[in-house]
């Protein structure tokens, strides 16, 4: 029984770490063509700003919503400035009349290039500016006893209802918005949804708002659970990575059914031979599912529907 609540509870807390972490990343990636080795710094930002404004006296989830728009706010500064070039071409029209950039919308190696140095300038402009540490704000809402001596975090439960609430808003945002529709369209054929009057241009700015603003809510929501460092996005990332491999980048399903399968083994074998013999579990699963799935979970799903479809 003990042990049967261990797995469950270890699941709880690995679960919606995957499911947050990994959002953010497949919708920018799977509408932009941006891989974005930064994910884990915006993460940071999320959790830096709320962890500051904690500190400052603020209550904790206005602190939170301080992180979250604070990674938005440096999402949309680095889409016009290192992503769409929109900045750079602008100041370059009215000095030598033409544009010098190229948008590097997918453009895998070059946006994985441009990201992972901005990731090592945010670490270390994170470290120069506030130094190796921030003072911790705590894990509210106490602990939950079983088992005469076991005990877990009530907080761990609150993020996992968060995070199916976040994907639940997620999935209304690209379904039920004037943006998800032009979302989707500039997906499917870009050039058609431009003739047809889509902005595109706005539309990418608005995704990587949408994907850094996740990756701020992670960082947000596990502040009061994290030492907070410059360079704690790291872990977030591998996780979110092997996510998007396992699940593909449809956001709703590959998210859930990724964290689903990922959590499930990361938390079994966390539990029987601790927790670094969970991540390697993850990752040489996601090296399977990367052999005979390239197009992960959600890639498989599509062919089953499509030959139940033709059938």
Sequence with gaps: ?????????????????????????????GIMGVINLAHGEFI??????????????????LAMVVGIVAAAVVGVIVERTIISGAVPNWVAARTIGRPVVKPM???????????????LIMIE???????????????????INYGGGYSTSMYSVVLAVASIATIGVVYLLF????????????????????????????????????????AGLTGALYAPTLSI??????????????????????????????????????????????????RIAMLVFAIVVLRFLPQGVTGLVETIRDRRGVS
Excluded: C, H, K
């Design 175 to 214: 379904t039920r918005t004037s943006y998800g529709m032009r979302a989707r369209a500039t997906i499917q054929n870009e050039d058609m949804a431009n003739a047809l009057g889509v902005d595109t241009e706005r539309t990418y700015m608005t995704t990587f708002a949408v994907g850094s603003g996740l």
């Design 105 to 119: 919308y997918d453009r895998l190696l070059d946006s994985m290039v441009a990201t992972w140095g901005l990731s």
């Design 44 to 61: 940071m930002v999320g959790a830096y700003g709320t962890t500051l404004s904690a500190n400052a006296g603020l209550p904790l989830p």
């Design 229 to 278: 460092g410059p360079g704690l996005g790291t872990s977030f990332l591998l996780e979110s990575f092997v996510a998007v491999v396992v699940g593909g980048t449809n956001v709703i399903v590959g998210t859930l059914l990724g964290g689903g399968v990922l959590g499930f083994i990361n938390a079994a074998f966390s539990n029987l031979y601790g927790t670094f013999a969970g």
């Design 125 to 143: 402009g994170a470290r120069v500016v506030f130094g190796n540490s921030l003072p911790a704000i705590g894990t509210p809402l106490g602990a």
């Design 1 to 29: 029984m003990v042990n049967g609540l261990n797995l469950l509870f270890q699941f709880v807390n690995s679960f919606p770490r995957i499911v947050l972490a990994a959002a953010g990343l497949a919708i920018i990636f």
